[in-house]
């Protein structure tokens, strides 16, 4: 699976962007997706993650209630739509996917549960 993302930019505080992850090579119906982000000399932290088959969405506390993850199989396209951005938010955004293992449920933002990663998004709020 090959995955490309798009949408990241400059933004002010309070502010939205809305990125998008394609994904080629089968369809991501069959796959649990990831977003997350990474700033210099930081673990790599999931933000967002959806189980595309049931549309089960998971966020981590700093995004819930501002950013929304979402799967549209047709398009084969998994999308973060950030609302009232903050600095804090900066960062490279990276989309990711693997198969759902079992153990999935028990950690949608780990990064060791997925295979699978995109080259990654700039997004800066100041």
């Known amino acids: 699976v090959q995955l490309v993302e798009s949408g990241g930019g400059s933004v002010q505080v309070g502010g939205s962007l809305r990125l998008s992850c394609v994904a080629s090579?089968?369809?991501?119906?069959?796959?649990?997706m990831g977003w997350f982000r990474q700033i210099p000399d930081k673990e790599r932290e999931g933000v967002a993650a959806?189980?595309?088959?049931?549309?089960?969405?998971f966020y981590a506390d700093s995004v819930k209630g501002r950013f929304t993850i979402s799967a549209d199989s047709a398009k084969n396209t998994v999308t973060l739509q950030m609302n009232g951005l903050k600095p804090e938010d900066t960062g490279m955004y990276y989309c990711?996917?693997?198969?759902?293992?079992?153990?999935?449920?028990?950690?949608?933002?780990?990064?060791?549960?997925?295979?699978?990663w995109g080259q990654g998004t700039q997004v800066t709020v100041s």
């Open positions: 990711a996917t693997d198969t759902c293992p079992d153990t999935w449920y028990q950690g949608p933002h780990d990064k060791k549960q997925y295979h699978y």
């Open positions: 090579g089968d369809t991501i119906s069959r796959y649990c």
């Open positions: 959806i189980y595309t088959e049931f549309l089960n969405t």
